[in-house]
């Protein structure tokens, strides 16, 4: 089973695609009721292409997760036009003793663990806070532009073992 462990701010929308929203001729009403309006469809169409090319499976690790159940993640996934199942989402962890933050990576790794996973997996996040173990399965992607195609190509080849 292959995993990809998701963020969906930075990587399904960026701040190109708020600007472009920005624009003088934007047409808001052409635009779906929120929160299905913060998908961008280029973004989704990349994730799509990942997820057809690898047969994976979604953890969503993105805060969308809190307050949402599985069903409810899959439906807004569906509804957007995302293409992949929906399996799991991870735990929210509070904070720490002294103000130490846990990071995402803390977060993925105890999912991990209470499914005793140990297939191929990436992460695709825009943030840094991911474990040194998980550094060489993580897909950095950018605030600016979200989910780009070289990406897509890392994140296949890592899944796929290329």
């Known amino acids: 089973m292959k995993i ?6 930075g990587v ?5 695609f708020y600007r472009k929203r920005g624009e003088p001729n934007y ?4 635009e779906p009721p929120y929160p299905l309006c913060e998908f961008d469809y280029t973004s989704i169409c990349l994730l799509n292409k990942i997820l057809k090319e690898t047969e994976s499976y979604i953890v969503v690790s993105s805060t969308w997760r809190i307050g949402r159940s599985l069903e409810e993640l899959q439906d807004l996934f569906d509804e957007v036009g995302i293409d992949g199942k929906v399996i799991g989402k991870t735990k929210i962890l509070q904070e720490r003793k002294n103000f130490e933050k846990v990071v995402r990576g803390t ?4 999912w991990m663990d209470e499914n005793n996973f140990t297939d191929s997996y990436i992460i695709i996040d825009d943030d840094n806070d991911m474990l040194p173990e998980q ?5 950095k992607t950018s605030f600016w532009t979200g989910i780009t195609e070289k990406n897509v190509e890392d994140s296949i080849k890592l899944l796929n073992k290329i």
Do not use: A, H
Not at 135 to 139: K, N, T
């Open 12 to 16: 399904l929308n960026s701040e190109k």
């Open 27 to 30: 047409r808001f009403d052409l």
């Open 107 to 110: 977060e993925i790794k105890m």
């Open 135 to 139: 550094q060489p399965f993580f897909i």
């Open 4 to 9: 990809i462990f998701l963020d969906i701010d």
